[in-house]
C-alpha cells in the first residue's frame, strides 16, 4: 500500500484480556518501529524492528508486551492481561533502514486501545 | 531521564503572526533533528529536518534554527495559518550505528492558530 496502515483504529477492552495490533508497513522499509502515546504523554518508544536482526526490545514496559514481525512485512504487537494504563494510541512506523534521516519515519494512524 | 525537552505543552497564536515552538535536547552526540507534525486521529508526519552541521534549513513558511552550543532548535512558522494547528513534535536522532537508532522524541507542543 501507499501508507502505513494499522488496524484496528479502535479496540476497546475488558481489563485482563490479551489484545493484538496489527501494523501493515510500507512495501520496502526494513525498518518497522512502535511507538504508543498515552494521554498528554509524548511519543514513548516500544520496540523496534531491523531486517531480520533480533529486535530492540528496550522501550517495551513489562513482560505483557510482545512483537512479532516476519522478515519486511506485517508486525503484531501484542499486549497480554491489559490493564487500564495501557490504555494510548499505538502508532507503528517504518522506515528504509534504521535511523532514517532523509525524512524520518512514516507513520500509521494508529490504534486507538481503551481498556476499560 | 528526558533527553529531548518540549517545556511548553501548549502555545496560541494569531493567524498571520509567527508561531515559535521550542525544543532543548541534553545528548550532544545527537546530531540529526526533525519536526513532526500531529493532527488528531492522524499519525506524526514529516515536517523538516536539520543536520547538526547546519544553524538553519528553510522550507516554505517553515524554518528550524539550531544552537548547538545551547543544545537548542526551535521552529518557526511565519505566516502561521489555522491549518497550522496541530501537535509539533521535535525529534533527534544518533548517528548511525548509535545505541538505539530510532528516534528519540520529545513530548509535544500543541500549537492553536486563531483566525
Known amino acids: 500500500g501507499a501508507g502505513v496502515s494499522q488496524s484496528p483504529s479502535n479496540k476497546v477492552t475488558e481489563k485482563g484480556k490479551d489484545v493484538e495490533l496489527r501494523c501493515d508497513p510500507i512495501s520496502g522499509h526494513t525498518a518497522l518501529y512502535w511507538y504508543r502515546q498515552r494521554l498528554g504523554q509524548g511519543l514513548e518508544f516500544l520496540i523496534y524492528?531491523?531486517?531480520?536482526?533480533?529486535?530492540?526490545k528496550s522501550g517495551l514496559p513489562s513482560d505483557r508486551f510482545s512483537a512479532e514481525r516476519t522478515g519486511e512485512s506485517v508486525s503484531t504487537l501484542t499486549i497480554q492481561r491489559t490493564q487500564q494504563e495501557d490504555s494510548a494510541v499505538y502508532l507503528c512506523?517504518?522506515?528504509?533502514?534504521?535511523?532514517?534521516?532523509?525524512?524520518?519515519?512514516?507513520f500509521g494512524s494508529g490504534t486507538r486501545l481503551t481498556v476499560v | 531521564d528526558q533527553q529531548v525537552k518540549q517545556n511548553s505543552p501548549s502555545l496560541s497564536v494569531q493567524e498571520g503572526r509567527i508561531s515559535i515552538l521550542n525544543c532543548d535536547y541534553t545528548?550532544?552526540?545527537?546530531?540529526?533533528f526533525l519536526w513532526y507534525k500531529k493532527y488528531p486521529a492522524e499519525g506524526p508526519t514529516f515536517l523538516i529536518s536539520?543536520?547538526?552541521?547546519?544553524d538553519k534549513n528553510e522550507d516554505g513558511r517553515f524554518t528550524v534554527f539550531l544552537n548547538k552550543s545551547a543544545k537548542h532548535l526551535s521552529l518557526h512558522i511565519v505566516p502561521s495559518q489555522p491549518g497550522d494547528s496541530a501537535v509539533y513534535f521535535c525529534a533527534a536522532s544518533l548517528p548511525y550505528g548509535g545505541s538505539q537508532g530510532n528516534l528519540i522524541f520529545g513530548k509535544g507542543t500543541k500549537l492553536s492558530v486563531k483566525p
Open positions: 545528548n550532544s552526540m545527537f546530531d540529526y
Open positions: 524492528f531491523q531486517g531480520n536482526s533480533a529486535p530492540d
Open positions: 536539520i543536520s547538526s552541521i547546519k
Open positions: 512506523a517504518s522506515s528504509f533502514s534504521r535511523g532514517s534521516r532523509d525524512n524520518g519515519y512514516t
